[in-house]
């Protein structure tokens, strides 16, 4: 129900919000002194993160109207993600508010989706409150667009799911589409400039949108309910004088984490590549990358595309072996019951974990590059030794894995099966494990590597060989995949002979670090199968960057090792990236890339 909003000036705000939020959603918190999080010092930064850090894995929930057209409007199946339908397909206010009838989550049920969430092995769950299309999921006193009063349903969705993460001990915490909103005037909207709008309805000021919505709104998120994250998302429209409008306001809840999307230049706590796991992490950020578990975020009746469950997991090792969190979605469907797809995922994620969590939460990046045979994960022992979680994707035919480490080991044990003791030997290769047995888990067999000391790694970097060349394979490139769609993800393939990605898309790159002691001209050749001339490479090492053009091979069958042209690379260490690029890219295998001195 809607009142007329009172300005409380920010000082007497403080003083208000103190006494609120000790009866916030009647659990009582203990109220930390609130630190600015652009003040705070890094032992701050580092206990207000601590939970977050160790957590690893969250739950993201899109839930709201959107749910109902589910993909599909007047009788047209309007592409992109689902809960984008009122802008892709530009659906009138008053329509779309029709929808609303419809949204009656009456199988909802917090206390199951909070046990879904913790059976997954999930630390902590963010919900969607309010999305683009401005539908509150809570009873706002601003707006009569919410789930109190706009649904059959008639109440707040997210106090009961709030009170049950905290019974269940989850974080929990509310996404909020601070700038976009479709329906309230003034709201911000993808692809259109200020006072644009395809709807006249949406007519309005966003100075005044942000006072009159956003501001209050936040506000009774943060004052009303005892949650642990914010999560802005889609900042277009945002300047810094508008995000230091509702920056403040994290002051509300002491030790709540917020990510990058607020706009204004803000970075907030962590970044948050989308749909996508980067190359080798995010140095010196705290990380987290949201993804769906097909190509949607709100629930779209006729999206199956479900990545497997061993595509997710690896997802989740991957991104941990880099550092990272990972915030896996779920979009559930207008009466309050979650896809069965996602539901079976969880719980075959959720049996891995309950055996190799350990090899997850609380771990850092790997001390060493992507090895062949899967990831690798870390903890420091109290005793300053080192823990390695060796991820085996692949389990090595000839039972020996290779671990490019100097240490001494200390001991060597299966996770995943029955604790069997393997035996260790220093080699060239740095240390090799005696496998005596077959892989425990056929998506991650997870094998404990004790090491004296803190990691002595091999230098990884990829030297010239006895020719003098730098053979660059698929095999030992950190691949950075980007986009919506998993299945135009490059795919990397193993052949007795050779490895090769399928190339489908140019935002996907390889990388490889490369060292050479002098700087070089390099003949470069590259062994590609393409069915186009239109596909371009840029190859990029430092501040050297140089174009060239794949050739047509007439085929995807048919792999050719061509010579594109030379390149002067200086002697050091560095990063060689080969991107695509180019509107008209064709799919293409690509495999080798290698220097040679020039002749
Ligand atoms: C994008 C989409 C939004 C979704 C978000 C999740 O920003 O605009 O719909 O909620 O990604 O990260």
Redesign the pocket.
């Known amino acids: 129900m809607k009142n007329n909003y009172l300005q409380i000036p920010l000082l007497g705000l403080l003083v208000f919000v103190f006494f609120l939020c000790s009866c916030s959603d009647g659990t009582n918190t203990a109220q930390k002194e609130w630190v600015d999080p652009l003040n705070e010092t890094i032992e701050q930064r580092n206990a207000r993160m601590a939970w977050w850090r160790e957590a690893r894995f969250g739950l993201f929930i899109?839930w709201g109207v959107y749910a109902v057209p589910a993909g599909t409007y007047h009788g047209e199946r309007i592409g992109g993600?689902g809960?984008?339908i009122m802008r892709n397909a530009k659906i009138p206010v008053a329509e779309y508010k029709t929808y609303a009838q419809d949204f009656n989550p009456i199988h909802y049920d917090p206390k199951a989706w909070v046990k879904m969430a913790k059976d997954a092995g999930m630390r902590y769950i963010v919900i969607?409150s309010k999305?683009?299309d401005g539908f509150a999921l809570f009873d706002s006193k601003v707006t009569d667009w919410d789930i109190a009063d706009a649904s059959p349903y008639g109440k707040d969705l997210l106090r009961p799911l709030v009170k049950e993460a905290k019974k269940q001990g989850m974080k929990i915490g509310f996404?909020y589409s601070q700038a976009q909103d479709w329906t309230h005037p003034g709201g911000a909207k993808s692809g259109y400039e200020e006072g644009e709008y395809w709807d006249e309805a949406q007519a309005g000021s966003f100075d005044t949108y942000l006072k009159e919505i956003a501001y209050p709104q936040v506000k009774e998120i943060l004052t009303n309910y005892d949650i642990d994250i914010l999560w802005w998302?889609?900042p277009y429209w945002m300047t810094k004088e508008r995000a230091e409008l509702l920056r403040p306001l994290i002051s509300l809840r002491p030790g709540l984490i917020t990510n990058n999307r607020l706009g204004g230049g803000y970075k907030g706590d962590s970044d948050?590549p989308?749909q996508h796991v980067p190359a080798t992490g995010i140095e010196g950020r705290d990380w987290e990358v949201?993804m769906t578990m097909n190509n949607t975020?709100g629930y779209k009746s006729y999206d199956e595309d479900w990545k497997s469950t061993e595509d997710l997991l690896h997802k989740l090792i991957d991104i941990a072996s880099k550092g990272g969190n990972f915030l896996l979605n779920v979009g559930p469907k207008p009466d309050g019951t979650i896809p069965q797809a996602s539901l079976d995922r969880l719980a075959e994620i959720g049996r891995w974990m309950d055996v190799n969590s350990e090899s997850i939460y609380g771990t850092a990046a790997s001390p060493f590059r992507r090895p062949w045979w899967g990831r690798c994960t870390r903890k420091e022992l109290e005793n300053g030794d080192t823990r390695l979680y060796l991820q085996v994707f692949d389990w090595p035919e000839d039972k020996l894995l290779y671990v490019p480490v100097n240490n001494e080991a200390v001991q060597c044990y299966s996770l995943s099966g029955n604790g069997e003791k393997y035996e260790v030997e220093k080699v060239e290769e740095g240390l090799a494990v005696y496998l005596t047995d077959e892989a425990a888990d056929e998506i991650s067999s997870v094998v404990v590597l004790d090491i004296k000391g803190s990691p002595d790694v091999l230098n990884q970097n990829i030297t010239p060989n006895e020719t003098g060349a730098l053979i660059l394979s698929p095999e030992q490139s950190d691949l950075e995949n980007r986009g919506y769609i998993s299945s135009n993800h490059a795919k990397l393939i193993r052949q007795p002979e050779f490895s090769y990605i399928t190339w489908k898309e140019t935002r996907t790159w390889m990388e490889w670090p490369i060292e050479i002691s002098a700087d070089t001209v390099f003949d470069i050749y590259v062994t590609v199968a393409t069915t186009s001339a239109d596909n371009k490479i840029i190859i990029e090492v430092g501040e050297v960057k140089k174009e060239f053009h794949l050739p047509d091979t007439k085929g995807l069958d048919s792999f050719q090792e061509v010579k594109l042209g030379t390149i002067n690379i200086p002697g050091r260490a560095a990063t060689l990236t080969v991107k695509g690029d180019g509107d008209e890219w064709q799919e293409c295998y690509m495999s080798n890339v290698e220097l040679r001195p020039a002749k």
Do not use: K, S
């Open positions: 899109h993600i809960e984008w969607t999305h683009h996404y998302d889609t948050t989308e949201c975020w």
